[in-house]
Each structure stands twice: as C-alpha cells, then as structure tokens.
C-alpha cells in the first residue's frame, strides 16, 4: 500500500523560508509524478507545483515563480518543497500528492504558519 | 492558466436525493479532469480520474461525465456520509494543473 507521510508542522517568520519533506512508501516511486497542492485556513485546494522523480526538475505554478523549489531524491523515496521570502498569506496546510492519472494518494498534510 | 468554474457554490439536499455538481473550464481540457471528496480536517480523496473513471474503492453511486470544458459529478442517492467540499481539477497540461474553487455539498 502506498503511503506518504509528510513532516511537521512549523512555524516560520515572515521572510525566512520552510522546507517541508514527503516520504514515499509502497509502490513504485521514480516513475510517478508528485504534487504540492496547499490549502489556506477555511479556502480551497491550490495546485503550486510538480516533480517526476526520473527526471528530476521541478515544476510549478507562475505565481510562485522565484519563491518554490521542488526536489526530489529517488534513493530515499523523498519529495521536497522549499517556499521562500514567506508572508503571512503563506500560512496553509501543505500537501504531497502522487499523480496517478489524479492525486490517488495524499500525504496527512503539513500546517505551516508564518507569524511574527 | 486555465481556470476552472464550479457551481454551485453550495448544495444542500436530502438523503436518498440525487447531486448533480458542474465544472466548467475556461479552454478544453480534453478529458483531463479529475473530481476530489475533502470531509472536514481531512486530506482530499479521489473520486473519478479522466473525467469519468471511478478511481479504487469509491461506490458506484459517484459518477462523472463531460469531455472538452463542460462535466459533471453525479452522486445519484446521497448517503449521509457524503458532506464535504467537492473540488474539480484539470490535468491537461503538465505541469500547469488548476482547482476549482470547490462545491459545498450540505446534508438536511
């Protein structure tokens, strides 16, 4: 069974940056592409970003351009997302997701709260 | 960007009634489009895949249709278990995916 299983929650100053992980288990892992997708407190889901492990770059919406880093590292099954120069808008519930023609598997979610 | 129209923007029906939840895109999506279930203080599940397959596990009373920038979901007797928020999701494009903006579905 595929599991992903995120890490915890943080808490983060405006301006500074968070990285959170996402481990992959079960399955198979390269082949796949995997999502980012956050959800601000009470708002809906909002696709930010991708990765195909194989190939190795990552990918993501316009509007974070500059600020997301996507990575992915095949020999430990994990998947990064790193968000800079974080403002309080940042402050969402961060998710993984594996692309299976759909998001068929999700991690339990990340809260990130940027605060002063 | 493509972006995606939901509506209505809320549903509240009874149980044993029949949900129809629309998604309209701004551009054709092909069949690229999937449908999540989010339950409260939950991740989101996928319910149908390619606009009409029902993704592992999900009960036949969930159906999806369309093609093109015009779909819809149908729940067609609602149980009532099946209070959530309903999001549409286009994947035509690598890797320029969108949302919408979500249907709330309310049971009476």
């Known amino acids: 069974q595929v599991q992903l299983v995120q890490s915890g929650a943080e808490v983060k100053k405006p301006g500074s940056s968070v990285k959170v992980s996402c481990k992959a288990s079960?399955?198979?892992?390269?082949?796949?592409?995997f999502s980012w997708v956050r959800q601000a407190p009470g708002q809906g889901l909002e696709w930010m970003g991708g990765i195909i492990p194989v190939f190795g770059t990552g990918n993501h919406a316009q509007k974070f351009q500059g600020r997301l880093t996507i990575t992915a590292d095949e020999s430990t099954r994990m998947v990064y997302m790193e968000l800079s120069s974080l403002r309080s808008d940042d402050t969402a519930i961060y998710y993984c997701a594996r692309d299976n023609s759909g998001f068929d598997f999700w991690g339990q979610g990340t809260l990130v709260t940027v605060s002063s | 960007e493509i972006v995606l129209t939901q509506s209505p923007a809320t549903l509240s029906l009874s149980p044993g009634e029949r949900a129809t939840l629309s998604c309209r895109a701004s551009?054709?999506?092909?069949?690229?489009l999937a449908w999540y279930q989010q339950k409260p203080g939950q991740a989101p599940r996928l319910l149908i895949y390619?606009?009409?397959n029902r993704a592992t596990g999900i009960p036949a009373r969930f159906s999806g249709s369309g093609s093109g920038t015009d779909f819809t979901l149908t729940i067609s007797s609602l149980e009532p278990e099946d209070l959530a928020v309903y999001y549409c999701q286009q994947r035509s494009n690598w890797p320029l995916y969108s949302f919408g903006q979500g249907t709330k579905l309310e049971i009476k």
């Open positions: 390619d606009a009409s």
């Open positions: 551009q054709s999506v092909n069949n690229y």
């Open positions: 079960g399955g198979t892992f390269s082949n796949f592409a």
